[in-house]
């Protein structure tokens, strides 16, 4: 099992920053890559972009490219995503996941976190 617990989520105004934390523990080497994924009201889960542990790999989806960072520190097991210009539109309960393949939907990631808040005023 992987446990995963996100942190950081809270209301800023638009045109600001946050930085969500991933802390992941468990048998985190049976997984290669920390997705981030994000779910507003009445929408689908949205994928937000992902990691390998290494570091060396990232992907974003084009929502959020060029204003938010993914970032591992796998000696502490923990990713970030650095989220800066923030939107509107990028409210919602943001999650982390962990899984074997480098993927983009949902279901092929098999550990979830609870999720955090993020609220962007206008």
């Known amino acids: 099992q992987v446990q995963l617990v996100e942190s950081g989520g809270g209301l800023v105004q638009a045109g600001g920053s946050l930085r969500l934390s991933c802390a992941a523990s468990?048998?985190?080497?049976?997984?290669?890559?920390i997705a981030w994924f994000r779910q507003a009201p009445g929408k689908e889960r949205e994928f937000v972009g992902r990691i390998n542990w290494s570091g060396t790999s990232t992907y974003y989806a084009d929502s959020v490219k060029g204003r938010f960072t993914i970032a591992v520190d796998n000696a502490k097991n923990t990713v970030w995503v650095q989220m800066n210009s923030l939107k509107p539109e990028d409210t919602a309960v943001y999650y982390c996941?962990?899984?074997?393949?480098?993927?983009?939907?949902?279901?092929?990631?098999?550990?979830w976190g609870q999720g955090t808040q993020v609220t962007v005023s206008s």
């Open positions: 468990g048998r985190t080497y049976s997984t290669n890559y």
């Open positions: 996941a962990a899984g074997v393949f480098a993927a983009s939907r949902s279901e092929n990631y098999r550990y």
